[in-house]
């Protein structure tokens, strides 16, 4: 099942952005959501994501402090706002179901694509310097 991303666009380092990630036929609500951007000849990377009923969220240590995500079941979306942009937060960003385990911190683990295969359209965030 593919999730759109949508938002991106170009902004001054030390702006913000809002991305959002939506769905068609079904709720959200109760699944899990990874946030991944992936630069220009880079691998794609982990963001954030979002556990599916037990609010836990994760960050990766790139956005720690800068990024927030959140669910907002009455619309049926996933968020993620983006604050404090570095032109490194530069890249295609994309949503996804898969999974957000609760001890990424404990494990030293972190968030992979590792369970996430279905990538749908992602939405191209530029910062400039």
């Known amino acids: 099942v593919q999730l759109q991303a949508f938002g991106g666009g170009l902004v001054q380092a030390g702006g913000s952005l809002r991305l959002s990630c939506a769905a068609s036929?079904?709720?959200?609500?109760?699944?899990?959501i990874g946030w991944f951007r992936q630069a220009p000849g880079k691998e794609r990377e982990g963001v954030s994501c979002?556990?599916?009923?037990?609010?836990?969220?994760y960050y990766t240590d790139p956005v720690k402090g800068r990024f927030s995500v959140d669910k907002d079941k009455d619309k049926n979306a996933v968020y993620l706002q983006m604050n404090s942009l570095k032109p490194e937060d530069t890249g295609v960003y994309y949503c996804a179901i898969g999974p957000c385990y609760k001890d990424y911190d404990l494990t030293g683990k972190t968030l992979t694509t590792d369970g996430y295969g279905d990538w749908g359209q992602g939405t191209l965030v530029t910062v400039s310097s």
């Open positions: 036929g079904f709720s959200l609500e109760y699944y899990p």
């Open positions: 979002v556990s599916g009923r037990d609010d836990i969220r």
